[in-house]
């Protein structure tokens, strides 16, 4: 008996370990959905196993918008039998198509129970001889303050690349939803 309740009191103290800590203020919530984002592949919408790891991170607003997405994304995939590729590809979460690989937030600028965190990111690729150059550029989190402390909310694109992701994260994902209903 006692053994059982230990191995659970341990198991529930591992899962808790790796939840992030309650963000009290929007900077230690950028940062925490950046240390979450390092560690997950950079590739269209997330499935459920991946949007489980962000959800802590992120509002119930974006949590829902991402998984209706998924769900529309994957009712296109059935209806054309994967004869096309997925709506969105590459990172979603930020403005270049291969993701950032560091982070750096910039002051917040809060309003009541919302703030505009602007983040300069970089991308290193990983060496080769046809490896793509690295890139440095800002893109700005939208957070929200929730009982459980700031989530990001959405996503703005602001580096303005060529060939990247611009406007909102959260234009995107509706464009996927709506087209896909």
Do not use: H
């Not at 690729?125 to 890139?135: H, L």
């Amino acid at each position: 008996m006692k053994s059982r309740l230990l191995a659970s009191l341990l198991l529930a103290a591992s899962a808790l370990a790796v939840l992030p800590a309650r963000a009290d203020d929007p900077v230690a919530a950028v940062n925490a959905f950046y240390t979450v984002y390092k560690t997950q592949p950079a590739g269209g919408i997330p499935d459920a196993t991946v949007r489980l790891r962000y959800s802590p991170v992120l509002s119930p607003r974006l949590n829902k918008q991402l998984a209706a997405a998924d769900a529309a994304q994957g009712r296109l995939t059935a209806k054309v039998k994967n004869a096309v590729p997925p709506m969105l590809e590459g990172d979603i979460f930020s403005s270049l198509f291969e993701g950032a690989t560091g982070w750096k937030a910039g002051a917040c600028q809060v309003a009541a129970k919302t703030a505009r965190c602007p983040v300069a990111l970089s991308y290193v690729p990983p060496a080769s001889p046809r490896a793509p150059k690295p890139a440095n550029w800002n893109d700005t989190l939208l957070l929200v303050d929730t009982p459980q402390g700031w989530k990001v909310d959405d996503v703005v694109y602001d580096a303005g690349f060529a060939f990247g992701n611009t406007g909102r994260l959260s234009d995107m994902l509706q464009m996927v939803i709506s087209a896909n209903p």
